[in-house]
């Protein structure tokens, strides 16, 4: 499964909890509440409410959202090169699809075999790029319901915001959108092989966030808004796609000129002969 379409499952299956979760009754979660699941997300809120220095609950969610990245930043860089590395690798993953057009069983093994021998080849693994996917969802539900179920976090307030409902002037989900299409945007705009995918989900991406961020909790639309910011920044930092365009532009001049003066040189021994 393409990351794009991970992406797009991510935002549907979120969409969907609001969906239920604002059509029925449920109960507050306390430091009583027994599920393992309920205690994940009161742990949560009591880490958001330590941040939360003069009582603003916002400032809890975005240096909650900082600490995260951070611990997960690794995780990111990691997630960044693998992508870069299978991009560079799409040339040669179409020849294998060239190769064996077929649909029948031996013609999908040989495929999948020789895809596989060619990742291990390159050292690439193709999963490493889904997992700050897999981890960003348990951790927006549990936002989600810390924001809408525990008590102290449900009546907090920021700016202009109330906390656990949605942004009333809508500046949150732009901000969110926005940050979303940079990200996106500076994360693809190195790869020398865009598709159709890619160019699709730079602008898909923006627009589903956009619409789950107009009804959910503001305070999940400020994290969303401050994780996205952080990618950015982390972007231009890490994994400048600009710097890494102009190094790439570098080594082919620098293959040219060498190809110049290979044909230079044996044009003049051509010339002595």
Not at 81 to 101: C, T
Not at 183 to 194: M, R
């Amino acid at each position: 499964m393409k990351k794009g379409k991970l992406t797009i499952l991510m935002l549907f299956s979120l969409l969907f909890l609001v969906g239920c979760q604002s059509s029925s009754q449920v109960a507050d979660i306390t430091s009583s509440s027994t599920s393992l699941w309920e205690k994940f997300v009161f742990f949560f809120a009591q880490m958001i409410k330590s941040l939360s220095f003069g009582g603003l609950t916002g400032l809890g969610i975005i240096l909650f959202t900082i600490v995260i990245r951070i611990v997960l930043l690794p995780l990111y860089n990691m997630q960044i090169k693998s992508s870069q590395k299978m991009q560079a690798l799409q040339p040669q993953l179409r020849a294998l699809q060239a190769k064996y057009p077929g649909k029948d069983m031996d013609s999908r093994v040989q495929l999948s075999e020789e895809t596989q021998a060619l990742y291990k080849e390159q050292g690439i693994n193709p999963w490493a790029s889904f997992l700050p996917l897999f981890l960003q969802l348990p951790i927006l539900m549990a936002l989600f319901q810390a924001l809408t179920r525990v008590e102290f976090l449900r009546e907090g307030h920021f700016l202009w915001l109330e906390i656990a409902k949605p942004d009333p002037y809508f500046i949150l989900p732009i901000l969110a959108a926005g940050f979303t299409f940079l990200s996106t945007w500076l994360t693809s705009k190195a790869n020398p092989n865009k598709d159709t995918m890619t160019t699709v989900m730079t602008y898909i991406a923006p627009g589903l966030i956009l619409l789950f961020a107009v009804q959910v909790a503001s305070g999940v639309a400020l994290y969303w808004t401050a994780s996205n910011a952080f990618q950015v920044a982390q972007l231009l930092l890490f994994n400048n796609p600009f710097k890494v365009i102009a190094e790439r532009e570098a080594a082919e001049r620098a293959v040219k000129e060498k190809e110049a003066k290979i044909r230079r040189a044996k044009k003049k021994m051509a010339k002595r002969r």
